[in-house]
């Protein structure tokens, strides 16, 4: 048995440890204890039906992640993990199923090998999908997020209920840009994996592999960031044809993208506190990730390494007959045996070091451009500014000019005026002067009538005066001498008529 065989037969050793896989009955609300792999422990609202099986997925004693699967397509809607970072390519895969799902009433309440299931299972692939179903397809068992079960780093131990079915060329990419995200842009901007949730799902198509299992239409996945005061949700689609790079989007217009327009997370993870800046270093980042997709060619079937990595992720390797082909056969392939995988480490090495290259000339090339793009627009912008600095002082001129005249114009005038004030002010008094001197005569014969009248007027006053007293005078005496005279009358009169 040579050493690649004692190495499978070490890593599925170490597995011996329990793997359990609970069917969350319809009952119960949500998912259980894996609950805590849900924000806030609430998992989405909007995509359980009744055709939906919700499986809470444990290991090695601890719970690993929540899946719900769809036993009408045979693909899961979706599955969610805190914070875990996706299997490291080349492990050897171990493919399990969960027996529950096609018999509830199983005793068996550990996820096993198909091989295993099929004589203790009843029903077995009535309501999930088997191994055997992507044989000679095609397609290709893709997890939407390849997150092993073992914590032995030589194994990697998945689920097919945590799987869909994907072209090899679809699922390499869809693995590669999950450990980019996940390595460059997400894990990087939330401090704790545990404050990390991760949801990946599926929406099927209408497509089936061999009438059984539904192709996705596309894959997405939803990233939430529960620091306080620092989070951030982001979104992520992927249509499986070829060709088409992954897609960053807000986690609302995800949701609108899915069936029955489900919430993936409440209150849209902290939507009020979310800190845009995060966000901002993040698609800094997914634009990276993006153009290097772009970049890199197609390699289905044309890279010996995307070969046997698919090969390998496919299916378990299998035991090799072991034939008798005697001493020298068995020295002669110990010999080549390491030489081989000598000739494959090197080139998959030369092929990883082109790779490496060629994304960091085309990251240098991509940052000149930009640097470039950058300066050309700063400078664009600089001399737009000083040509409509000059064109508005150049513009203003004409106006400045204007007035400037009109208040020289007024200066003048105000000075003459003053001018004229002072001259006016000192020729005021000779002027005077003289109108007086040559107005005198003028004033002085027309006054002559006027005094020749007033004295006139006095003389005749003071003749009538004097009249008036002499005949006053005379009137007066008159009056005394009658007054008298008739006095005497009286009396003689009064002593007559006595007398009689």
């Not at 096993?112 to 055997?132: F, I, P, R, Y």
């Amino acid at each position: 048995m040579g050493t690649a065989r004692w190495l499978a037969l070490g890593g599925l050793l170490a597995l011996a440890a329990p793997l359990e896989g609970r069917l969350v009955r319809e009952q119960e609300a949500g998912f259980g204890e894996c609950d805590r792999f849900f924000y806030a422990g609430r998992p989405p609202t909007g995509l359980a039906t009744g055709a939906h099986a919700k499986v809470c997925q444990r290991s090695e004693g601890a719970e690993r992640f929540a899946t719900l699967y769809s036993t009408r397509d045979r693909i899961p809607v979706y599955s969610a993990l805190r914070g875990g970072r996706p299997a490291a390519e080349g492990a050897a895969p171990r493919w399990l199923l969960e027996p529950q799902i096609d018999d509830p009433d199983s005793h068996l309440e550990e996820v096993m090998d198909e091989a295993d299931a099929v004589a203790s299972v009843s029903d077995l692939g009535s309501k999930q999908a088997l191994s055997t179903d992507y044989l000679d397809s095609g397609y290709q068992r893709g997890q939407l997020y390849p997150f092993s079960l073992s914590s032995d780093p030589r194994m990697a131990t998945f689920t097919l209920t945590n799987a869909v079915p994907m072209t090899p060329t679809f699922r390499e990419r869809w693995y590669m840009n999950l450990n980019s995200l996940m390595e460059r842009a997400l894990s990087p901007q939330c401090g704790s994996r545990e404050d990390l949730y991760i949801i990946a799902g599926a929406v099927p198509s209408d497509r089936k592999v061999k009438g059984r299992v539904a192709i996705p239409e596309f894959v997405w996945l939803a990233a939430c960031c529960a620091v306080p005061g620092g989070g951030w949700a982001m979104g992520f689609v992927k249509h499986t044809r070829d060709g088409d790079v992954i897609e960053d989007v807000m986690v609302k217009e995800l949701e609108k993208l899915l069936p029955f327009n489900p919430q993936l997370f409440q209150n849209n993870c902290g939507e009020t506190e979310q800190d845009t800046e995060k966000m901002k270093k993040i698609l800094e980042m997914v634009n990276q990730v993006q153009d290097e997709e772009r970049m890199a060619p197609s390699e289905e079937g044309s890279s010996p390494l995307s070969g046997a990595r698919s090969e390998e992720l496919a299916l378990p390797p299998a035991e090799a007959p072991m034939d008798g082909s005697g001493f020298w056969g068995k020295l002669l392939g110990f010999i080549a045996s390491p030489l081989i995988k000598l000739f494959q480490l090197m080139f998959y090495l030369a092929v990883g070091i082109l790779k490496n290259v060629v994304y960091f000339l085309w990251y240098v090339t991509k940052q000149v451009i930009r640097g470039t793009k950058s300066c050309l627009y700063h400078l664009g912008s600089a001399t737009i500014s000083y040509f409509v600095a000059i064109g508005e002082e150049l513009a203003s001129i004409p106006w400045k000019v204007l007035r400037v005249t009109a208040k020289v114009i007024r200066a003048i005038l105000r000075i003459l005026c003053c001018l004229t004030k002072a001259i006016c002010r000192i020729l005021g008094v000779p002027v005077r002067v003289l109108v007086d001197v040559a107005t005198f005569p003028v004033y002085t014969v027309g006054a002559i009538p006027t005094v020749c009248k007033d004295i006139a007027v006095g003389l005749g006053g003071t003749l009538s005066l004097l009249f008036d007293t002499a005949f006053g005078t005379m009137g007066g005496l008159f009056q005394v001498v009658f007054s008298v005279c008739k006095s005497i009358g009286y009396k003689v009169t009064f002593d007559n008529s006595g007398e009689l």
